[in-house]
């Protein structure tokens, strides 16, 4: 029998369908969860987030990477850079980053996410140590450096407002399960250390 959870509007209802995320697990051979990258632009968090992904591929683990540039051309595209529609950005994400978990995806994250009580939020959709916060740090000229397309430069003339860590604040993550200083390790080192600190916690099990 589908079961049914009503949400705080009376009028919309959560089906729970027969196949259960314990169900896709085993289908897939692997627990889930997410690993949430934050920091800076140009910091290094899609590219180690991208090795990660092809790593736990040839593992055999079913993973995704859900991108911030990816996503604000589509399910955000209508969201600007204030802090409210930030806000608002990394709340739509977190659902959907939960509905990927569900399906049995290994979800790997890359957004900027500048506010911890956003990043807070997030995790608190995924109890028993299922959300993994990867803090990515970078000096600023080594991520201006990478810039190729200059919006570092453009944001500090003030031709681009809202630039976290410019005109816009970041909020260093202070207790974050991971740090990854991206300027002394390799896409490939780093993604190798989150493997390693997901298989000494025992957090996710593949194939």
């Not at 949430?36 to 992904?53: D, M, N, P, V, Y």
């Not at 990515?136 to 919006?151: L, N, Q, T, W, Y």
């Not at 003030?158 to 740090?179: C, H, K, M, R, W």
């Amino acid at each position: 029998m589908v079961e049914a959870c009503k949400a705080k509007n009376n009028n919309v209802t959560w089906f729970n369908g027969h196949v259960t995320r314990k169900d896709r697990e085993k289908l897939h051979g692997h627990k889930v969860g997410v690993v949430w990258f934050t920091g800076l632009s140009a910091s290094g968090k899609s590219t180690i987030a991208h090795q990660l992904e092809k790593e736990l591929h040839m593992r055999g683990c079913s993973s995704y990477v859900l991108d911030g540039d990816n996503v604000r051309h589509g399910l955000c595209s209508d969201l600007s850079f204030t802090p409210e529609d930030r806000s608002e950005n990394i709340r739509r994400i977190g659902e959907m980053v939960k509905l990927f978990v569900d399906a049995g995806i290994l979800v790997l994250t890359a957004f900027i996410s500048p506010y911890k009580s956003d990043r807070d939020k997030v995790r608190s959709l995924f109890p028993g140590g299922e959300f993994v916060e990867v803090y990515v740090e970078c000096p600023e000229h080594i991520r201006a450096s990478r810039d190729e397309k200059g919006i570092y430069k453009r944001a500090k003339a003030g031709e681009i407002e809202n630039f976290t860590g410019i005109s816009a604040p970041y909020e260093i993550p202070q207790n974050p399960d991971l740090v990854i200083r991206s300027h002394h390790k390799t896409p490939e080192e780093a993604a190798l250390s989150v493997i390693t600190l997901l298989e000494r916690r025992r957090l996710f099990q593949w194939k």
